[in-house]
Structure formats: C-alpha cells, structure tokens
C-alpha cells in the first residue's frame, strides 16, 4: 500500500520559517517527480513547488520563489519544503504529491495534507 505522509505544519509567526516533510513507503521517491501544493480556505488548490526525477531540476510558483526550497532526501525517501520569510497568505494545507508515467500508465499518489497557519 502506497503512502505519503506529510509532517512538519503549525502555527508560525509571519516572518518565520517551517520545514515540511513528505515521507513515502510502498513506493521509492526518487523514481517520481514530486511536487508541493497547496489550498487555502475558498481557494483552488495551487503549486507550490516541484523536483524532477532525473536531474533534481527545481520549479517554484512566483509567490515562493526566493523563500521557499524543496530538496529530496532519497536515501530517508522523503522530500522537504523548507519555508522561510513566510506570510500570512501562505496560510493553507499543504500536500505532496508522488507522480511519474510508465509504459503510458500514470501513477500518482497524495498526501493528507498538513496545516500551515501564519499569524500573529
């Protein structure tokens, strides 16, 4: 059974930093692409960030770019998103998610999502 666990939520003052874990068992991470997403309270879900496979090529949504760094552990197989300089608007539940396509067949696994809450 495939499961990706994301940790590491909370409440943060605004111009804190968090780290957010993403944990997988049942699958091997670094054969997928990873991303970060996330949704805020009457908002559509967003990217927030993405690695590749292969060459651990990086992408960050404009909002995150500068303050936000998404690395992957593949010997703990896990991924992280280190958030700094955060603000209230990067208030959401945050998800990763597991995705790559094999022989035509699309895979793709998600978290339950963590909490992050910025205020003061």
């Known amino acids: 059974q495939v499961q990706l666990v994301e940790s590491g939520g909370g409440l943060v003052q605004p111009g804190g930093s968090l780290r957010l874990s993403c944990k997988a068992s049942g699958i091997t991470l670094d054969r997928y692409s990873i991303a970060w997403f996330r949704q805020a309270p009457g908002k559509e879900r967003e990217g927030v960030s993405c690695?590749?496979?292969?060459?651990?090529?990086?992408y960050y949504a404009d909002s995150v770019k500068g303050r936000f760094t998404i690395s992957r552990d593949n010997a703990k197989n896990t991924v992280y998103l280190q958030m700094n300089s955060l603000k209230p608007d990067d208030t959401a539940v945050y998800y990763c998610?597991?995705?790559?396509?094999?022989?035509?067949?699309?895979?793709?696994?998600w978290g339950q999502g963590t909490q992050v809450t910025v205020s003061s």
């Open positions: 690695i590749s496979v292969n060459y651990g090529s990086s």
């Open positions: 998610n597991a995705d790559r396509t094999t022989n035509f067949i699309r895979y793709t696994y």
